[in-house]
């Protein structure tokens, strides 16, 4: 069985770039489902398909959390993004049974007060006073730990955004399924995002705005960094994890992170993309471009994550996460 599911697995990464081919490449709004609130995964430019030890998985892979062991814990993100916007998140997991984990979750991301412009008679343009635009996501998660080898899982999450007094809203699943190989050190996932439908228009012309389907493969690998002995209180720790990222309208990506704990409370982590390129125009900041880092603290049931993300020549964002077990 396990020959079997590793050979889907692998399929269905080498098929991402075969199915997000068609006719609407390009044309995917509802921009917000791309962006995820997680300062660890953050730090780790996103490379998150196949981790199972993070209630902010569900963003990226809805199975992985199937049999994680915490009863209860709640996450909150902070993000300072860019041009004044700032979003968030928040998420409470529930563990109902020994192989199953239930989820809730809500984003939000937000602008200050943009100016309004208008066309005046004599050419040129009118100040017409402010408007703002936001966007609002809520959504449940389903994760189950089907067996020691396999988790499956589903995520359903509704959509609104709003730009002055105009909104649309949209109803959208994820899809995915986590394997642990023999080896216990990896896991190997896969998933589809932002799979639904629209359900309100911003105008009367009922344009569809198109989902940004998203299709992830990732595998991850974490080890001890020296040998355990029983006198030892702590052991540094290693984590590798790969992603193919393939979003609608946009190139195939690869992502990569690691992540070392270097003592007990305190962990260093950094990341890279691969469309880099994308964030380059020539100014000061464009090699930096696609690189990632943060840092995080743990203390009892108390986890704190910081991260900094480069966009190259369109600015840095930084997220803040905290979580808490109970």
Known sequence: MTKNLILILGLMILALPLMAIGDDAGTSGFSSLKIIYSARANAMAGAFTSR???????????????????????????????????????????KR??????????????????????????????????????????????????NEQLNVGFSGKYIQETIDDKSASAIAFDLGILHRPVNEKIRVGAAIRNIGAQLSYFTDSEYNEGMPIVYAGGISYK????????????????????????????????????????????????????????????????????????????????????????????????QVTLKYQF
Not at 269 to 280: F, L, M, Q
């Open 52 to 94: 199972d030890d993070d209630i902010d998985v569900i963003f990226f892979n809805p199975a992985n959390l199937g049999g994680y062991e915490a009863n209860r814990e709640v996450s909150s993100t902070f993000m300072s993004y860019f041009d004044g916007y700032n979003g968030g998140s928040v998420v409470y997991q529930y």
């Open 223 to 318: 080890t001890d960094l020296k040998t355990r002995d029983n006198e030892a209180d702590f052991i540094p720790s290693m984590l590798v994890s790969l992603d193919l990222s393939l979003a609608q309208g946009s190139d195939l990506t690869g992502l990569i992170g690691t992540e070392f704990q270097v003592h007990e409370q305190f962990l260093v982590r950094v990341g890279y993309k691969t469309n880099a390129g994308d964030y380059k125009n020539g100014g000061d900041n464009e090699i930096f471009s696609g690189l990632s880092t943060g840092v995080g603290f743990v203390r009892n049931n108390l986890r704190v994550d910081y991260a900094l993300n480069s966009y190259g020549d369109l600015g840095f964002i930084n």
């Open 97 to 146: 049974s020994e192989k199953s984990n239930v989820a809730v979750f809500g984003q939000f991301l937000a602008s200050d007060e943009i100016k309004r412009t208008i066309s005046g008679e004599n050419g040129g343009y009118l100040d017409a006073g402010t408007y703002d635009n936001s966007d609002f996501i809520a959504g449940a998660n389903y994760s189950y730990y089907f």
